[in-house]
């Protein structure tokens, strides 16, 4: 029997750990123009305020005891950048978890992978949101894909699960919807295309880049015949076929809304807490993490922070909370 959860049924089930804000990309969704002049690597914010490998281990821990977590993601910022990377995916292992994901943008994951694997991470998701290289620049403001494409046959080589997420905007890279399914589909592995999210520096903004779920399958069914899938509980995609071993999902937080069986938590590098996407409030649970009742309630306000029905963003930048 679950101990928390909440009027809807939902629970805490999947943690995501941002292990750092520092990123060597500035993606045009995630970086303001104004903030960034494309360095190699995005300066981090508080960084003395960053957890260290064993405080990360320790809460995680805490919470997976009152949670039941199934799996973790690590993410960033680019969580390749993190230098205690794999001692940490050992720390998680030894917790008893044994699923452990991470989403990178592959910059880095060619010459990782195998230590990755060795590890115990067990499946990656790639941000790759243009196979042209031309337009991979102007949008993550850095090289473009030829680093993430080796890192993605590396990492199949080494027996990691490996999916690509692609956030698609109008006027930058809906041209990729289509490469992007065939370059997958080649590479014998599912692209899941995601609608622009209202966070960050795009909260509250009327975004013209904005392309719908719709407008994504529309594209598509333009040259393959589709097909729905049946959408497995509390994932973010729904996914469709598109004939001979073609798969693709979409998450469409505005068009599509999962928040009625979300059972996501998310911890940023500092140790917040976030229950939902959609409320900015973050909770330091490190003073809690010896006495479970406290540590319960704190954890059960969390999730009625969650939405019933509607994702609405917040000021929250997916640089501190992850992807």
């Known amino acids: 029997m679950y101990q928390i959860e909440d009027?809807?049924?939902?629970?805490?089930e999947k943690l995501r750990v941002s292990l750092l804000n520092t990123c060597n990309f500035a993606c045009t969704y995630c970086v303001s123009s104004e903030t960034s002049a494309a360095p190699s690597v995005i300066a981090p914010i508080h960084h003395e305020e960053q957890l260290d490998t064993n405080k990360f281990?320790?809460?995680?821990?805490?919470?997976?005891?009152?949670?039941?977590?199934?799996s973790i993601r690590l993410t960033g910022g680019e969580p390749l950048l993190y230098m205690n990377l794999i001692p940490l995916i050992e720390k998680i292992k030894l917790i008893g978890i044994d699923d452990i994901r991470l989403t990178t943008n592959g910059y880095y994951l060619k010459q990782t992978a195998r230590q990755l694997k060795e590890a115990g991470?067990?499946?990656?998701?790639?941000?790759?949101?243009?196979?042209?290289t031309d337009v991979m620049k102007k949008i993550a403001r850095h090289k473009?894909?030829?680093k993430a494409l080796e890192g993605i046959e590396t990492a199949l080589n080494e027996g990691l699960k490996v999916k690509l997420?692609?956030?698609?905007?109008?006027?930058?890279?809906?041209?990729?919807?289509?490469?992007?399914?065939?370059?997958?589909?080649?590479?014998?592995i599912k692209v899941r295309y995601l609608e622009l999210m209202k966070m960050g520096h795009l909260y509250e903004q009327q975004n013209e880049a904005f392309f719908s779920e719709q407008e994504i399958l529309n594209t598509i069914?333009?040259?393959?015949?589709?097909?729905q899938l049946i959408r497995t509980s509390s994932e973010t995609a729904r996914y469709w076929s598109a004939g001979d071993n073609r798969v693709f999902g979409i998450i469409a937080n505005e068009s599509t809304?999962?928040?009625?069986?979300?059972?996501?938590l998310r911890m940023d590098s500092r140790g917040y807490f976030f229950g939902c996407l959609s409320n900015a409030n973050g909770e330091k649970l490190a003073p809690y993490i010896n006495d479970s009742e406290l540590l319960s309630?704190?954890?059960?306000?969390?999730l009625l922070l969650k939405q019933p029905v509607k994702f609405h963003g917040s000021a929250l930048s997916m640089r501190n909370i992850g992807g």
């Not at 991470?121 to 042209?132: G, Q």
């Not at 809304?257 to 996501?264: I, K, L």
């Open 57 to 70: 281990a320790t809460l995680i821990e805490a919470v997976s005891k009152l949670c039941r977590l199934k």
């Open 221 to 227: 069914a333009e040259k393959y015949e589709i097909s």
């Open 7 to 12: 009027h809807m049924g939902r629970r805490f």
């Open 144 to 146: 473009g894909p030829k």
């Open 165 to 188: 997420n692609a956030v698609i905007m109008r006027g930058q890279n809906e041209s990729q919807i289509i490469p992007l399914l065939e370059y997958a589909s080649s590479m014998g």
């Open 257 to 264: 809304p999962f928040c009625h069986d979300c059972n996501r």
């Open 121 to 132: 991470l067990r499946s990656i998701n790639v941000s790759l949101d243009a196979i042209d």
């Open 297 to 302: 309630n704190k954890l059960r306000q969390l």
